[in-house]
């Protein structure tokens, strides 16, 4: 069977998980929800990430029902952890460039608000600059469409993208990610250290929200708080986690 055959198959068979990654409050370590991470469980134990299946769906066409099972799963989980009890925050989706330009991904992800009756205002959807690169006004109409869903808007690895940065004020976004490159090398390196400062500053003076990706050393975190990064996420609080891992771990009941 093709590559393709495979990941068409483990769609069919619900084969896919998703794990969750906490975010982090920068200052006192307060979670603030989660980022929803696809995984593929190839027979048995054999876990393998989206970097290795991600770009032959995206070829195929397969990210769209994969994006819409991702997402349905996100928000019955949501609601069920809401259901429960439990403090939430926000779940966070990746939409790849291809979903975002199929231009039918606002209705895609308001039938499964619906559907799920999960709370938009507990949605974040993370897109990245160069799925926005777009002719005309053509990503700000995207964007608005989902922004009236009511969910919330970030751009992911944000600062590696090749795209002006006008966009952030025309674009109705809540939320700048910054990516780890930029990250890594804190606090030794110094001009990681002014990309990242100045970053941060930027998202401040646009009345953005901020989070740091990739934190895995207390040394990060405080320069980041000095800063003024407001979260954070990084294997330095937790790596991605299955759902019942997350909710033990993580969700205080209320
Ligand atoms: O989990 P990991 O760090 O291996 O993720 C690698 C990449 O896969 C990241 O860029 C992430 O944004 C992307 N990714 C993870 N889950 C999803 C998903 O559900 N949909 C899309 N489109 N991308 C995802
Ligand atoms: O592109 P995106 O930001 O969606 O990718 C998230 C990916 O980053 C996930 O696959 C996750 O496993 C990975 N990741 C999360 N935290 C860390 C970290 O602290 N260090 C490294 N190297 N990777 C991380
Ligand atoms: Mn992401
Ligand atoms: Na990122």
Redesign the pocket.
């Known amino acids: 069977l093709s590559l393709e055959g495979r990941l068409r198959r483990a769609l069919k068979h619900e084969q896919f998980e998703v794990h969750y990654q906490p975010l982090v409050n920068l200052a006192d370590n307060r979670v603030l929800g989660a980022e929803?991470?696809?995984r593929l469980r190839a027979n048995g134990e054999t876990v393998v990430?989206?970097?290795d299946f991600?770009p032959i769906m995206e070829e195929t066409g397969l990210?769209m029902p994969?994006?819409d099972w991702?997402q349905r799963t996100v928000c019955s989980q949501g609601r069920q952890w809401l259901d429960d009890g439990h403090l939430l925050g926000v779940l966070a989706?990746?939409?790849?460039a291809t979903?975002v330009r199929s231009g039918r991904v606002a209705a895609q992800v308001r039938r499964t608000l619906d559907e799920t009756g999960f709370p938009p205002s507990h949605l974040e959807l993370?897109v990245t600059e160069s799925g926005l690169i777009m002719r005309g006004d053509e990503a700000e109409r995207l964007l608005l469409a989902l922004k009236d869903l009511g969910l919330n808007l970030s751009i992911?690895?944000f600062g590696t993208g090749y795209s002006s940065l006008a966009y952030l004020k025309r674009f109705p976004i809540d939320k700048l990610k910054i990516d780890r490159s930029f990250i890594k090398d804190i606090p030794d390196d110094r001009s990681s250290v002014q990309l990242a400062a100045t970053i941060i500053a930027m998202a401040q003076n646009l009345g953005l929200h901020v989070l740091a990706e990739g934190v895995e050393s207390e040394a990060q975190r405080a320069f980041l708080g000095a800063r003024g990064c407001g979260a954070y996420q990084g294997f330095l609080f937790s790596r991605?986690v299955p759902a019942d891992e997350f909710v033990l771990r993580f969700l205080a009941p209320l």
Do not use: Q
Not at 93 to 96: F, G, R
């Open positions: 929803a991470l696809v990430g989206p970097g991600i990210i994969l994006g991702v989706v990746n939409l790849s979903e993370e992911d690895d991605p």
